[in-house]
């Protein structure tokens, strides 16, 4: 099964910050990679899929890049509803992953 | 508007088989590539694939659960049914069930039911 890992596992950053978060997976999933957001006590929301696509609705200061085995999620200026958990998920093959997740706390 | 929402049991016992149910709208589960599938999320630690389900009927499980796990469908009733035996403590977890639109290009969840709690106990 493809691993995928993430990192940082938690930061700590300030309102109006930029945000980097990377995924790494274990073997080349091509673009096969979405970003999720999850708040405290709800399901996850998708971000970001096919590694770049912004989904709708989000706002556009969430992007995301890669292929292969290494991605990233970027967040260009955290607002206050930006401090939550975030995860990765590949679908390039069976067994789909998620990430471990990256928890964005305030400075 | 596609909705999906978990039902099942809140408290099992250990070595009990727990069924879920997954109640959709707003989609048929009978278009080419669309799909069904369940995902767990153990307390304060991270999401888990579990199953998965086609409009066809192809499925497929994760691979160390598999021995365990039962996905089935009734398009008819608008539900998918996830089915796991002998279950521990270890599987408690709140699961959700997700949905996969015809269109997208593989297996990610747009939509997600609200999530239901299973606490596994004696």
């Known amino acids: 099964a493809i691993q995928l890992t993430q990192s940082p596992s938690s930061l700590s950053a300030s309102v109006g910050d930029r945000v980097t978060i990377t995924c790494r997976a274990s073997?080349?999933?091509?673009?096969?990679l979405a970003w999720y957001q999850q708040k405290p006590g709800k399901a996850p929301k998708v971000l970001i899929y096919d590694a770049s696509s912004l989904q709708s609705g989000v706002p556009s200061r969430f992007s995301g890049s890669g292929s292969g085995t290494d991605f990233t999620l970027i967040i260009s200026s955290l607002q206050p509803e930006d401090f939550v958990t975030y995860y990765c998920q590949h679908y390039d093959s069976y067994p789909l992953t998620f990430g471990g997740g990256t928890k964005v706390e305030i400075k | 508007q596609i909705t999906l929402k978990e039902s099942g049991p809140m408290l099992i016992k250990p070595t009990q088989t727990l069924t879920l149910t997954c109640t959709f709208s707003?989609?048929?589960?009978?278009?080419?590539?669309?799909?069904v599938g369940w995902i767990r999320q153990p307390p304060g630690k991270a999401l888990e694939w579990l199953a998965f389900?086609?409009?066809?009927?192809?499925?497929h499980y994760s691979p160390s659960l598999k021995s365990r796990l039962t996905i089935t469908k009734d398009t008819s009733e608008k539900q998918v049914v996830l089915i796991m035996t002998n279950m521990d403590p270890v599987d408690t977890a709140t699961y959700y069930c997700?949905?996969?639109?015809?269109?997208?290009?593989?297996?990610?969840?747009?939509?997600w039911g609200q999530g239901t709690l299973v606490t596994v106990s004696s």
């Open positions: 073997q080349g999933i091509n673009r096969a």
């Open positions: 389900i086609y409009w066809d009927d192809e499925i």
């Open positions: 707003g989609f048929a589960l009978s278009t080419k590539r669309e799909g």
């Open positions: 997700g949905h996969r639109r015809a269109a997208a290009s593989g297996a990610f969840f747009e939509y």
